[in-house]
């Protein structure tokens, strides 16, 4: 079956998920979310596109964006699902697909102020969603810059976000009273599929896995992160995270090449 063309339009808005291959939990490790977060700078720098949310998960990642126009939208998911696989690849000594399919993606007019709001909501809930914390601010999503008005470097305000006050100090209140009364939906049960039945009990005996003769294998230790990716993401992380002391802590073991810290530790709760 051939796969359905994508609906583009001019002054459309794009909800875009990609996801790790098999979901796999690809994205924990804090080096490859601060090359994730320059590599989205790369691809801004490459196509001129409006990050307007943002959201970086253990395993899939979250975009609402605008393109300058409608067809370079499968340009930069094309370009940037390459890159980051690219660098993760080698960070992560594997081969193969990284994202798994096609990204996926839902486009509706900026005009539609209703639609981008719960966009951007249901895009800076999925971390209080998924349980990793109690609140909203989380340092690899810009929930941050709408609720204190910074910037962080890759991201800007929606229309819809602005429209909702005569001043930014209002925009940002009634924002942040909007995403007060979200309730996340729980997610239905997993469904039976064929074959669920016969593979009940059923125990598949792997193969250890062992290494390729001449291949060069690449230890975490010995990965080095330029000063220029740091620098991107040291100032998403200040603009959007709950607590800069913490995050700055975290940012200072990191390039001290320090063990990293555990996945506790860089999500920070709101109280």
Not at 145 to 155: E, N, Q, V
Not at 249 to 271: A, F, G, M, R, Y
Request: proline share 5%.
């Amino acid at each position: 079956m051939s796969r359905q063309p994508r609906q583009l339009q001019p002054g459309f808005s794009y909800h875009v998920t990609s996801r790790c291959n098999n979901r796999e939990f690809r994205l924990t490790r804090l080096e490859c979310r601060e090359v994730f977060l320059y590599a989205i700078k790369k691809a801004q720098a490459k196509y001129g596109f409006k990050l307007y949310g943002l959201c970086i998960m253990s395993n899939h990642v979250h975009y609402l964006l605008e393109p300058q126009q409608p067809e370079d939208l499968p340009k930069i998911m094309h370009w940037l699902n390459w890159y980051t696989a690219m660098c993760f690849n080698r960070m992560l000594n594997r081969t193969g697909h990284f994202w798994e399919k096609r990204y996926h993606s839902t486009g509706f007019a900026n005009t539609d102020t209703r639609r981008a709001l719960n966009t951007l909501r249901y895009i800076h809930a999925n971390p209080k969603a998924a349980g990793m914390q109690q609140g909203f601010f989380y340092d690899f999503s810009n929930y941050g810059i709408h609720d204190r008005l910074g910037d962080d470097g890759i991201t800007q305000w929606h229309p819809a976000f602005l429209a909702l006050g005569k001043t930014l100090d209002a925009c940002a209140a009634a924002y942040r009273k909007f995403c007060k009364q979200y309730r996340p939906k729980p997610k239905s049960e997993s469904k039976n599929h064929w074959g669920s039945r016969l593979l009940v009990g059923l125990k598949v005996k792997g193969k250890s896995k062992k290494a390729a003769r001449g291949q060069l294998c690449l230890p975490w230790g010995e990965l080095e992160v330029s000063g220029e990716v740091i620098e991107v993401a040291e100032k998403f992380i200040f603009a959007n995270c709950y607590n800069p002391q913490i995050a700055g802590q975290i940012l200072q073991k990191t390039t001290e090449n320090e063990p990293e810290p555990d996945d506790s530790e860089c999500q920070v709760s709101e109280t």
